[in-house]
């Protein structure tokens, strides 16, 4: 399993909580699952006085990924759907920056059953794979809302290009924490998805 926080540095909750399930996997490591785990994939953007979404480039990570036969879509979209949104910048080229890279070369390494993703703040299940029907109903607290899949995005990317079911993770609130029973909850529902699917 690849489980990933921190996409956006301003999505405060999302870094924590995986930092949370870390001491989990310590403390109750069952076997089941190999894990490597990303807890704060954009360090620019979290460790800026002023969290940022984006990286020290101005680039939203989570567009940055390869599409498939990549034409630039990823600019385009950004241009003709995002009304040029500095917050939804997929920079110059698929693959320009170091993070988006890094971690384009963990998943072909570490070749993950799983990429389990967490953001903030839509309160929400997504979930992106070749089989939608396999998407848990509810992790926790947090139901189903399917969102779709855009160009240059992690589930765009792993999961409807390589195959690589991508669950994601939106938690209520960027810069709040869920409370301890709801973090648990999310993490033993999420490990019961796991076992049951895999």
Same mark, same amino acid.
């Given at each position: 399993?690849?489980?990933v ?9 999302s ?5 949370k399930?870390?001491h989990?996997?310590?403390?109750h490591?069952s076997g ?6 990303s807890?704060?994939?954009?360090p /620019?953007?979290?460790l ?7 990286n020290?480039?101005g680039v ?7 599409t498939?036969? /990549?034409?630039g ?12 949104n500095?917050?939804?910048y ?17 998943i072909?390494q570490?070749k993950? /059953?799983v990429i389990?993703?967490?953001?903030? %703040?839509y309160?929400?299940?997504d979930?992106d794979a070749?089989?939608?029907n ?6 926790g607290?947090?139901?189903?809302n399917?969102?779709?899949?855009y ?5 765009n990317y792993a999961?409807?290009h390589?195959?690589i079911p ?11 924490? %869920?409370n301890?029973g709801q ?8 490990i ?5 699917n895999?």
């Open positions: 399993m690849l489980l926080g921190g996409t956006h540095g301003d999505e405060l909750a870094i924590s909580i995986v930092f399930w870390m989990t996997l310590e403390k490591h089941l699952f190999h894990w490597h785990v807890p704060l994939m954009n /620019d953007g979290a800026q006085p002023e969290h940022n979404r984006l020290a480039h939203d990570l989570n567009r940055n990924f390869l498939p036969n /990549d034409d879509s990823a600019l385009e979209y950004w241009d003709s759907r995002t009304s040029r500095p917050r939804r997929p920079g110059d080229s698929p693959l320009s920056e170091p993070e988006t890279q890094w971690l384009k070369q963990e072909e570490f993950p /059953d389990i993703s967490v953001h903030a %703040p309160s929400l299940v979930y070749p089989n939608r396999n998407a848990p109903e509810r992790i607290y947090l139901y189903k399917l969102m779709g899949t160009p240059g995005s992690l589930g999961g409807m390589l195959g991508v669950i994601t993770l939106e938690l209520p609130h960027a810069g709040i924490m %869920p301890q973090i648990s909850h999310l993490w033993t529902d999420l019961r998805w796991l076992i049951k895999l």
